[in-house]
């Protein structure tokens, strides 16, 4: 299981880098959609990801549970909102912002450090890695 947890974790970060990367060498139409696509993705993930917490929350008791849920649900509010700008350039920075908040709240409410809490630290600065280049596609093909 820790093997296809791995695959699936990594390959989660091919559409992050096929969008950004369409920012950079893409025009037109095409370029729109990894502009969008890779919003719309890191909203998704960010969503799985409030539901991971939304889903450990019931093995937890009293604050600590009632705690990660209120997690959970202001994760997406935030995510959302960030979507709602409809600036491409704050979208992407506030998400990245989401995406290390999620994991600054996941190791200091766990205290887990084996192969899936190393995994996630990996997972989440190659994201934000990925969003500083989208964000550097934005500015310097002028879409900002």
């Known amino acids: 299981m820790t093997r296809l947890v791995t695959a699936l974790g990594f390959a989660g970060l091919i559409p992050f880098a096929v969008s950004a990367a369409g920012i950079w060498l893409l025009q037109d139409y095409p370029r729109a959609l990894s502009q969008q696509g890779f919003i719309v993705y ?12 939304w889903g450990t929350a019931q093995r937890r008791v009293g604050g600590d549970k009632a705690l990660r849920l209120l997690v959970s649900n202001g994760l997406v509010l935030f995510a959302v909102c960030s979507v709602l700008t409809a600036q491409a350039l704050i979208a992407g920075g506030l ?42 596609g934005l500015i310097v093909r002028g879409s900002a």
């Open 42 to 53: 890191s909203l998704a993930i960010l969503c799985f990801m409030a539901g991971s917490l």
């Open 95 to 136: 998400l990245a912002l989401a995406h290390l908040a999620t994991l600054w709240y996941e190791r200091g409410s766990s205290t887990d450090r084996g192969w899936y809490s190393r995994m996630r630290v990996q997972l989440t600065l190659l994201v934000v890695a990925l969003h500083i280049a989208y964000i550097a």
